[in-house]
């Protein structure tokens, strides 16, 4: 594969981040207006909620299966206009069951989606060589912003979910199919299992031959799934608990309380767009280290904020410390396991929907039994057992690739 095959396979799985960016957030920001055109009641709506990650997972977990057979190219060529047209199916119906088959065929789309994009990501990682699955993760961060503003603009102007989500997809379907032209996917090269597992010794990764062979082995994957699930429980926390957290607890103003998240989304977007560079510099280890400190001390501002202002600045940390967590974490996976990625990733995959399941609920019990400030302090606890497992994330870049590797081979999916 040439250099040029290459950038234009990064290019295009960087659209595709994007565009399911977008496609999210078009979903989760417009929630209220879903609830209020289908008549869902408040008691039905955490049905609702809970069913598109739990149909995600399950989507993750077929396509561990689906890639034993075709290229994830193939799954993401098809998962990415089946999630564009099932928000535009959210937007179109009118019963109730219209929701429902709307909504489970995006979840299940969006977990074959997610867990397509990723094995993609690692594997061209794997070709270059060198750390870019965070500025994957950076698009996505970006095509969240715009989604959240095509939003704003949607129920700024009460456009019906329609005519909000119809012109989004009439342009990102066609962009996504024609981009889907150019997806590439590393190839391994006889004898980098060997390489492996002496740059894991070296790391003091616990590899044995079946990992560096590629025979995934859960209990190897066990803390990369934790941290996955951690990250993802304090990324739902800031999401779902910021806006009520600075009105109820911190006494701001409404307008005032829209502020964190999107504070939030735009640091995720500045330290992702940077990170990489960080691991090449610093080693993966070091940078996940780094952003558990910072994302625990966010935590912990918010906790003890005697105002509102002090408790945006805990935001603003714990969008900077959570965004460099989970890219890396993918990363880390098809590291560990180089001969079978794609199984590793689909399954890794799986928790960050266990994570956006738990946080939310979690959160809330503890602020309605205890304190919302004492809730706070959960996720904190959690993003530091991050620092617990951070050997995982070795070997260092420096070691496995730091351009002395030789890059594997790849093919146009």
Same mark, same amino acid.
Request: proline share 4%.
């Given at each position: 594969?040439t250099?040029? &095959?290459?950038?234009?396979?990064?290019?295009?799985?960087?659209?595709?981040?994007?565009? @399911? #960016?977008?496609?999210?957030?078009?979903l989760v920001?417009?929630?209220?207006? *879903? @609830?209020? @055109?289908?008549? *869902?009641?408040?008691?039905?709506?955490?049905?609702?909620? /809970?069913?598109?990650?739990?149909?995600a997972?399950?989507?993750?977990?077929?396509?561990?299966?689906?890639?034993?057979?075709? =290229?994830?190219?193939?799954?993401?060529?098809?998962? @990415?206009?089946?999630?564009?047209?099932?928000?535009?199916?959210?937007?179109?119906?009118r019963?109730?069951?219209?929701?429902?088959?709307?909504?489970?065929?995006?979840?299940?789309?969006?977990?074959?989606?997610?867990?397509? +994009?990723?094995?993609?990501?690692?594997?061209?990682?794997?070709?270059?060589?060198?750390? *870019?699955?965070?500025?994957?993760?950076a698009?996505?961060?970006?095509?969240?912003?715009?989604?959240?503003?095509?939003?704003?603009?949607?129920?700024?102007?009460?456009?019906?979910?329609?005519?909000?989500?119809?012109?989004?997809?009439?342009?990102?379907?066609?962009?996504?199919?024609?981009?889907?032209?150019?997806?590439?996917?590393?190839?391994?090269?006889?004898?980098?299992?060997?390489?492996?597992?002496?740059a894991?010794? =070296?790391?003091?990764?616990?590899?044995?031959? &079946?990992?560096?062979?590629?025979?995934?082995s859960?209990?190897?994957?066990?803390?990369?799934?934790?941290i996955?699930?951690?990250?993802?429980? &304090?990324?739902s926390?800031?999401?779902?608990?910021?806006a009520?957290?600075?009105?109820?607890?911190?006494?701001?103003?409404?307008?005032?309380?829209?502020?964190?998240?999107?504070?939030? +989304?735009?640091?995720?977007?500045?330290? =992702?767009?940077?990170?990489?560079?960080?691991?090449? =510099?610093?080693?993966?280890?070091?940078?996940v280290?780094?952003?558990?400190?910072?994302?625990?001390?966010?935590? /912990?501002?918010?906790?003890?904020?005697?105002?509102?202002?002090?408790?945006?600045?805990?935001?603003?940390?714990?969008?900077?410390?959570?965004c460099?967590i989970?890219?890396?974490?993918?990363?880390?996976? &098809?590291?560990?396991?180089? #001969?079978?990625?794609?199984?590793?990733?689909?399954?890794l995959?799986?928790?960050?929907?266990v994570?956006?399941?738990?946080?939310?609920?979690?959160?809330?019990?503890?602020?309605?039994?205890?304190?919302?400030?004492?809730a706070?302090?959960?996720?904190?606890?959690l993003?530091?057992?991050?620092?617990?497992?951070?050997?995982?994330?070795?070997?260092?870049?420096?070691?496995?690739?730091?351009?002395?590797?030789?890059?594997?081979?790849?093919?146009?999916?």
């Open positions: 594969m250099d040029a &095959g290459l950038r234009h396979g990064r290019a295009s799985l960087g659209l595709s981040f994007g565009v @399911q #960016g977008v496609a999210f957030a078009l920001t417009r929630i209220p207006a *879903i @609830q209020d @055109q289908y008549g *869902i009641s408040d008691g039905l709506l955490p049905v609702f909620l /809970a069913a598109v990650p739990i149909l997972g399950a989507g993750s977990v077929a396509t561990e299966k689906v890639v034993a057979r075709v =290229r994830p190219s193939v799954v993401l060529r098809w998962a @990415q206009p089946l999630v564009l047209l099932a928000l535009l199916g959210v937007g179109a119906g019963e109730l069951w219209h929701a429902a088959v709307a909504l489970g065929v995006f979840g299940l789309a969006v977990g074959a989606l997610d867990a397509s +994009m990723n094995m993609l990501g690692v594997s061209l990682q794997r070709a270059y060589g060198r750390s *870019i699955m965070t500025g994957f993760h698009a996505f961060s970006l095509g969240g912003i715009a989604g959240a503003s095509l939003a704003w603009a949607g129920a700024r102007w009460e456009l019906s979910l329609l005519a909000s989500y119809l012109p989004v997809v009439a342009v990102l379907l066609p962009a996504a199919l024609v981009g889907s032209r150019w997806y590439t996917e590393g190839k391994s090269v006889a004898g980098k299992g060997a390489e492996d597992t002496e894991g010794a =070296r790391a003091g990764t616990d590899v044995d031959s &079946g990992s560096a062979g590629g025979a995934l859960f209990k190897l994957l066990l803390p990369l799934c934790l996955m699930t951690f990250a993802y429980i &304090g990324d926390t800031v999401s779902n608990w910021s009520k957290y600075l009105q109820d607890v911190l006494g701001s103003s409404e307008q005032l309380a829209t502020v964190p998240y999107n504070v939030y +989304m735009v640091t995720t977007l500045l330290g =992702r767009a940077v990170g990489d560079l960080g691991v090449r =510099r610093f080693g993966a280890v070091a940078v280290r780094g952003g558990s400190l910072l994302a625990a001390g966010g935590f /912990a501002v918010v906790a003890v904020a005697p105002g509102a202002w002090v408790g945006m600045l805990g935001f603003t940390m714990l969008g900077f410390g959570l460099v989970v890219p890396q974490t993918f990363a880390a996976a &098809g590291r560990m396991f180089p #001969g079978d990625s794609d199984a590793a990733v689909a399954r995959n799986i928790f960050n929907y994570g956006f399941l738990v946080g939310s609920p979690l959160v809330g019990a503890l602020g309605d039994a205890w304190s919302y400030r004492g706070m302090l959960v996720p904190m606890v993003v530091l057992a991050t620092l617990v497992y951070a050997r995982a994330f070795g070997p260092e870049p420096a070691r496995y690739g730091g351009g002395h590797e030789r890059p594997r081979t790849a093919d146009v999916g």
